[in-house]
């Protein structure tokens, strides 16, 4: 039984190797198609010289993401990660999240539009962790959003505990993809563009850290709005 989990784990993890080699090897031999260029000074001019720095740079930012990515799922993989779960006013950290993407949110087209309860609802979290799941579902959000559009935030109670919501319009995802969304590596037909190109390690990241503090999350796709939903517990 052990060695069977044991084999199962190794599996897991050449897959994980493969499966980020893969894409870091992208990024990488473009950053270093271009940097050879700049060496070499074949160049026409400064503009152009500015361009391939420019390119080499987000290319680099996109490598750092995935690795940051990696790093995290592989350390939320290990058992026993330390939870720091404290009593956390949710509609605060909710609206100071909020606050802090509205920059970028605009910077593409986007607007919030939030619905936060008057009554303060509180959950039992690790807010750092919670910050981490709400930078994956923004970020996310302003990725895949029709542009200009509008990323919904709702929060309510429900049952023991609250719900939050977040929702953008996009291209429907059919079931049986959305059914596998939160799995690592897995990613929507036709989102292995350059631009947006993650390592689809992001909902991962967000479903694992969810059900470390004893939360849940779903996706629904309907009439071209996608929206996530969490649960999680009250104090
Ligand atoms: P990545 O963004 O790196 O591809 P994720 O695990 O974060 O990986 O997401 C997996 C896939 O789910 C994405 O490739 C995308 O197709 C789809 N997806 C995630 N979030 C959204 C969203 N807010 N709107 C539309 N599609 C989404």
Redesign the pocket.
């Known amino acids: 039984m052990n060695l069977e989990r044991e084999r199962q784990t190794e599996k897991l993890k050449n897959e994980l190797i493969t499966n980020v080699s893969h894409d870091l090897r992208t990024p990488l031999t473009s950053i270093l198609g271009y940097l050879r260029l700049l060496r070499d000074q074949r160049v026409e001019d400064q503009e152009q010289q500015r361009e391939y720095i420019r390119i080499a740079y987000e290319k680099s930012e996109h490598m750092k993401g995935l690795v940051e990515d990696l790093f995290e799922y592989t350390s939320l993989s290990n058992r026993g990660v330390p939870l720091n779960k404290q009593t956390v006013c949710m509609n605060e950290l909710l609206g100071q999240i909020v606050e802090a993407y509205v920059p970028l949110a605009e910077e593409n087209q986007l607007t919030f539009h939030k619905e936060l309860p008057e009554e303060r609802l509180y959950a039992a979290v690790d807010p750092e962790k919670f910050v981490r799941v709400m930078e ?1 579902l923004f970020g ?2 302003i ?3 029709v542009k200009p559009g509008e990323i919904g935030v709702w929060l309510k109670r429900e049952g023991q505990g609250i719900e939050l919501t977040v929702t ?1 319009k ?1 291209e429907d ?1 059919p079931p049986d993809q959305l059914a596998r ?1 939160f799995e690592r590596f ?3 037909e036709g ?1 292995r563009s350059l631009r ?1 190109g ?7 990241i967000v479903k694992s850290i969810v059900e470390l503090q004893g939360g849940a999350i779903r996706a629904e796709s309907r009439e071209g709005v ?1 929206s996530f939903h969490i649960w999680l517990p009250s104090p």
Do not use: D, P, Q
């Not at 993650?198 to 991962?204: E, I, K, N, S, T």
């Open positions: 994956n996310n959000a990725k895949y959003c953008n996009g995802i969304i897995y990613r929507v989102s947006t993650g390592a689809g390690l992001g909902l991962a996608i």
